[in-house]
């Protein structure tokens, strides 16, 4: 018999895109198994080199790694009316299909402070532009969620960011492109 830890690799890439209270339900067994749950979440429009580092980073502080993926409306209302440039239906898939990643719930709040209560994960990452200009700590303005996740006894961790490997700086490159016609 598998692990739970090797799950992940039992799964197609459309069984680890879930509705949110299916996962919780998930979450709840694993933790319960003694297994640690890391959670992070994000537009991830395009996928480069710094989501995947992220990622991996992010997967290797615990058991299994969920994503919080913002819904398409929900990118609009961060990020403007041009985006998302891929559907939110792709962009999950495409993260689905990395091996890192274990789960992947959409939702359309305008932070995931719902679904972090929901879900309750043992660890919450994001990345360190998510930290305070004072200290090295969680922006609570910025970063709402780690105040819930403190809450209810989680920790909060920001990993380094890779400068230069942004969605927004990516597309800002694609348009110096000389256009050829």
Known sequence: MKSMKNRNMQLSI????????????????????????????GCFDLLHL???????????????LIIGLNADASVRRLKGEERPLVPQEERAEILAALQMVDYITIFDEPTAEELVNT?????????????????????????????????????????????????????????????RS
């Not at 919780?24 to 890391?38: C, L, M, S, T, Y």
């Not at 710094?50 to 299994?64: I, K, N, P, S, T």
């Not at 309750?120 to 200009?133: E, F, H, L």
């Open 14 to 41: 459309q069984q680890k895109i879930l509705a949110r209270a299916t996962l919780a339900d998930i979450v709840r067994q694993r933790q319960a198994a003694g297994e640690q749950a890391v959670f992070t979440n």
């Open 50 to 64: 710094g989501h995947v580092r992220y990622l991996q980073e992010a997967r290797d502080l615990g058991d299994f």
């Open 119 to 179: 879900l309750r994960p043992s660890i919450y990452v994001k990345g360190a532009d998510y930290a305070s200009v004072q200290n090295s700590l969680p922006d609570p303005k910025r970063l709402p969620e780690a105040a819930v996740v403190q809450a209810y006894g989680g920790s909060v961790r920001l990993l380094a960011y890779i400068p230069n490997h942004s969605t927004t700086e990516l597309i800002a490159r694609i348009q110096r492109l000389p256009s």
